[in-house]
């Protein structure tokens, strides 16, 4: 039979175990407000500040115009100002910009006869931007040729809009989100499964009690924290190449770029996942405290790294905290490679970070790793 005392005895004993093990009573109630004070000001579902580079080949008052009226809309950043289309798609390709307005050198006579051309270049690899930033362009051409059918009276003499605005939707024209997303998953794939697997690595050994036998080994802590991430990255190899490998077979998403390229800075990020999850194993005392760290280390992560929502958007100080993440330079590098086929000298700024965090943070936890038992 149920007995309230027996019950009540039971509630009390785990209440006390919870107050003991501070380390996950921290997480389990850290993770909820954390979670809702920076991500309620983080994901902005609204796209705006786009950056925006203007090539005015006119250099003309009328260009400028055309260019501050995208700027005032506030869904465009300007960027910079360039004097080439080849400038204006570098720019593009080295992710100093997400959009670029280009204006033909014959710009002012032809809005005086009423047949003005615009070109508007977007980076569509992200459909979510570049719907707003097509979109925002399409409306501020709109608002211009009514203002200047007003001015004219009505009208009058002109057969065709004054402006003609015309996009490009660069890298996925047809706007397709599996596009944006699958290569972006590589990265999330990686970081779950990586820091997940390591963050248990050492806890489950001692917690088994296989550390005691390795305390009487000559085994160093640099040889045991190697050996048990060698494994580890031939399992994001295989991961990265299965999920390129369905990425072609059923979202017919074909490399753009050098798949080795991909596979040497991949490298990087593998390491450096796994020495998040060393660093983990080392402060956390238990399987369930390692999962629980590593749950609030993969939410920020997802959430603000790019992946599922473009950074511009965030308040700048969550702007500044998604680049110490790094995911938030493996997804640039991913889709830079996967779907604009651009080279090491275009993605050097995100590769350099890579390059840094991962022997940092696998000397942390080679350092913070003790062969001890307490």
Not at 24 to 48: C, E, K, R, W, Y
Not at 110 to 116: F, N, P, Q, S, T
Not at 222 to 250: F, N
Not at 285 to 295: H, N
């Amino acid at each position: 039979m149920f007995r309230w005392s027996r019950f009540s005895a039971i509630a009390y004993k785990e209440f006390i175990h919870m107050r003991r093990d501070r380390l996950s009573f921290a997480v389990m109630l850290g993770i909820p407000i954390l979670q809702v004070t920076v991500f309620g000001f983080a994901i902005n579902t609204t796209v705006d500040h786009i950056p925006l580079v203007v090539c005015d080949l006119s250099n003309s008052k009328e260009g400028r115009d055309f260019a501050q009226r995208l700027v005032n809309t506030s869904y465009f950043d300007l960027v910079g100002w360039v004097d080439s289309y080849k400038s204006a798609k570098s720019y593009i390709d080295h992710e100093k910009a997400k959009a670029a307005a280009l204006i033909p050198e014959n710009f002012p006579r032809d809005l005086r006869r009423g047949e003005a051309q615009v070109g508007v270049l977007v980076d569509a690899s992200d459909p979510l931007l570049a719907s707003s930033a097509l979109s925002t362009v399409a409306q501020v051409g709109l608002i211009m040729n009514i203002e200047i059918m007003e001015e004219s009276g009505g009208g009058a003499g002109l057969s065709s809009p004054a402006i003609d605005v015309r996009t490009r939707a660069l890298y996925n024209p047809d706007l397709r989100s599996a596009v944006y997303i699958v290569p972006g998953l590589i990265g999330v794939i990686l970081t779950m499964t990586m820091v997940l697997i390591t963050s248990v690595a050492i806890v489950r050994e001692r917690e088994h009690g296989a550390l005691e036998a390795l305390i009487t080994t000559p085994v160093s802590k640099i040889e045991l924290m190697s050996g048990k991430i060698l494994p580890y990255v031939v399992v994001g190899y295989v991961q990265m190449t299965l999920v390129l490998m369905v990425a072609w077979l059923m979202f017919d998403i074909t490399p753009q770029g050098n798949i080795a390229f991909l596979y040497s800075v991949g490298f990087l990020f593998i390491v450096a996942s796994l020495g998040v999850g060393m660093v983990i194993s080392t402060i956390a005392k238990t399987q369930i405290q390692a999962m629980q760290m590593s749950f609030f280390f993969f939410l920020p992560n997802i959430l603000l790294s790019g992946f599922m929502f473009p950074i511009s958007s965030m308040p700048e100080i969550i702007q500044k905290f998604s680049q110490i993440l790094p995911l938030t330079y493996f997804l640039v590098f991913l889709r830079g490679v996967l779907l604009k086929g651009t080279g090491p000298a275009e993605l050097w700024p995100y590769i350099w970070p890579l390059l840094i965090f991962a022997p940092a943070i696998v000397t942390v936890g080679v350092l913070k790793f003790s062969k001890k038992l307490t």
